[in-house]
């Protein structure tokens, strides 16, 4: 059984840096496409960031375009999201998800075959 477990959420300030990460279980990291959603109170959960098996394709939603980045290791079957410059609306709960599909869907929340349960990311103004 896959078991993905987030961690690095917290309560920040305005502007300062997050790592969060995602250590991924029971599976082979290496055939699965990588993505954050996150999901803010009363809002539709969202792709934050993806990146492919091989880490050679990788996508960003607009609102964290140079603030984030998303890596891997799957020499440590780990997935990473730097976050920088945080903002009162990047307050959410952060989920790791892997997908066996193409970077063609690893935005989608219907293509994930796995989910973590979620680590909470708090910005205060």
């Known amino acids: 059984q896959v078991q993905l477990v987030e961690s690095g959420g917290g309560l920040v300030q305005a502007g300062v840096s997050l790592r969060l990460s995602c250590a991924v279980s029971?599976?082979?990291?290496?055939?699965?496409?990588m993505s954050w959603f996150r999901q803010a109170p009363g809002k539709e959960r969202e792709a934050v960031a993806a990146?492919?098996?091989?880490?050679?394709?990788?996508y960003y939603a607009d609102s964290v375009k140079g603030r984030f980045t998303i890596s891997r290791d799957n020499a440590k079957n780990t997935v990473y999201l730097q976050m920088n410059s945080l903002k009162p609306e990047d307050t959410a709960v952060y989920y790791c998800?892997?997908?066996?599909?193409?970077?063609?869907?690893?935005?989608?929340?219907?293509?994930?075959?796995?989910w973590g349960k979620g680590t909470l990311v708090t910005v205060s103004s």
């Open positions: 029971g599976g082979t990291f290496s055939i699965y496409s």
């Open positions: 990146i492919s098996w091989g880490g050679g394709s990788t």
């Open positions: 998800a892997a997908t066996r599909r193409g970077s063609n869907e690893y935005t989608r929340v219907n293509a994930m075959n796995y």
